[in-house]
């Protein structure tokens, strides 16, 4: 998962100021209480991290790590500054798993063979594929992800609506779900039909051209050959513009502010991750419910996955300490629950998963009733990652500004003809 648009801004406001004074302040690995200090740099606020640190050393009373916080739209361009330094004052940072081939490429992760066996037993075939690049293991996967449809029920009543099922089986199609939400504008008084909160985001736009048969994207041999004009793209994007054209969707509200848009309870839908639980439960003004995310109805079923791995700086200071780190958080069940403590994102662990998820069951409410059988069968069988290409970073960003226009009423089939031509003329850099 990359962060979605509503923690992106909460957590760049919050990490801002904290990360230019520390990055300002990395230099010397032993502090003064004589501990080796493994520095760690990730887009996550430091409460996120504060259990499995602490946990860690508990266990390693030799160690201490030295969390460093960037906001997630600037760890990229930080990470390339640094590394491209050949910088030793990175043991350990955040990686986003599509990322991985690029970063591998330039030389930027470390091969992580003395402990591939281990995280291939300890972690999903997916989980270990995205966190590895031409057959070696080059991170070690920390959490994936999946997307709900959160709605409204209180406004679904007032509209005379029907409430979705929690069940896969009963999974509304987008046709379905954008009816409805413009039955609550028109019945219920609701500002809007329905919200996506990756918004202009291929995260969260891929799930729509996959339900349509329409590819990733990304093609070729060498996965550097653009195929975004394809059938499926088109009419999934036409179905996008139009979400946005006729309102049932706003152009005017960031997308950070769609979660408490949905929370204020002046929208039936919002389609949004497993993040969005915490802030959910304590929602008193209205009863919401969730359910599997749409598909189209003449589509297959698609959601998105994904997340952050760990790696390991191949210029780090302290390489061995720096694994020693990562093996806790990811491949024991004790390091990879502490991971999520503070935050409802999902474990990559799969021991820890199945304890994260009998816990989401034993804690369910009228409200959550499903989250965990949600979770598990997506995760199964309608997870699609996102493509495996050195030029992903390229393709994100060229496909986000696509995706902004056409939003924004940019006809579709011109507009994706430039994106093609961008990408090609961007990717020759690569070959």
Not at 127 to 133: A, H, L, M, N, T
Not at 300 to 308: F, H, Y
Not at 338 to 345: G, N, Y
Not at 364 to 378: D, H, L, N
């Amino acid at each position: 998962m990359t962060s979605s648009p509503s923690r992106r801004a909460v957590l760049g406001a919050a990490l801002g100021a904290a990360s230019a004074a520390a990055l300002a302040g990395c230099s010397g690995s032993r502090p003064a209480d004589g501990r080796t200090a493994v520095r760690f740099l990730g887009p996550e606020t430091p409460e996120t991290f504060r259990a499995v640190i602490r946990g860690f050393e508990r266990a390693n009373p030799d160690l201490r790590i030295d969390y460093t916080p960037v906001p997630p739209d600037q760890l990229g361009d930080v990470l390339q500054l640094r590394l491209s330094a050949k910088d030793d004052a990175i043991d350990v940072y955040a990686v986003d798993q599509p990322r991985v081939p690029a970063l591998t490429a330039r030389g930027f992760l470390t091969d992580l063979a003395p402990v591939a066996a281990r995280a291939r037993a300890a972690v999903t075939p997916e989980q270990y594929g995205v966190s590895s690049w031409q057959g070696r293991l080059r991170s070690l996967p920390i959490w994936t992800s999946t997307q709900y449809l959160f709605y409204n029920a209180d406004l679904l009543t007032r509209a005379g609506a029907p409430l979705p099922g929690s069940s896969p089986a009963d999974r509304w199609s987008w046709e379905r779900t954008r009816s409805v939400g413009r039955r609550a504008m028109e019945r219920a008084g609701a500002d809007y039909a329905l919200l996506l909160e990756q918004t202009d985001l291929y995260y969260g736009l891929q799930p729509l051209v996959e339900s349509l048969h329409g590819g990733s994207g990304i093609t070729g041999k060498d996965m550097l050959t653009p195929a975004v004009t394809t059938q499926g793209w088109i009419d999934a994007l036409n179905w996008y513009r139009t979400l946005f054209a006729d309102g049932s969707s706003p152009r005017g509200v960031p997308s950070y502010q769609l979660s408490s848009l949905f929370t204020s309870g002046r929208v039936p839908f919002f389609v949004g991750g497993p993040w969005n639980l915490g802030a959910f439960a304590g929602l008193k003004d209205f009863t919401w419910g969730t359910a599997p995310q749409p598909k189209f109805a003449h589509g297959r079923a698609v959601t998105p996955t994904d997340s952050w791995s760990w790696g390991v700086n191949p210029y780090a200071e302290h390489p061995e300490a720096a694994l020693r780190f990562m093996e806790y958080a990811a491949l024991t069940t004790e390091g990879s629950l502490r991971t999520v403590e503070a935050s409802p994102l999902i474990p990559s662990n799969r021991k820890a998963f199945d304890r994260y998820a009998a816990d989401l069951e034993h804690r369910a409410t009228r409200s959550t009733a499903g989250v965990a059988t949600i979770m598990r069968y997506e995760l199964a069988h309608t997870a699609v990652s996102r493509p495996r290409s050195i030029g992903y970073t390229q393709f994100e960003t060229v496909m986000g500004s696509a995706f902004s226009d056409i939003r924004n009423g940019s006809a579709v089939e011109p507009r994706l003809a430039k994106a093609s031509g961008e990408l090609v003329r961007t990717w020759e850099r690569l070959r």
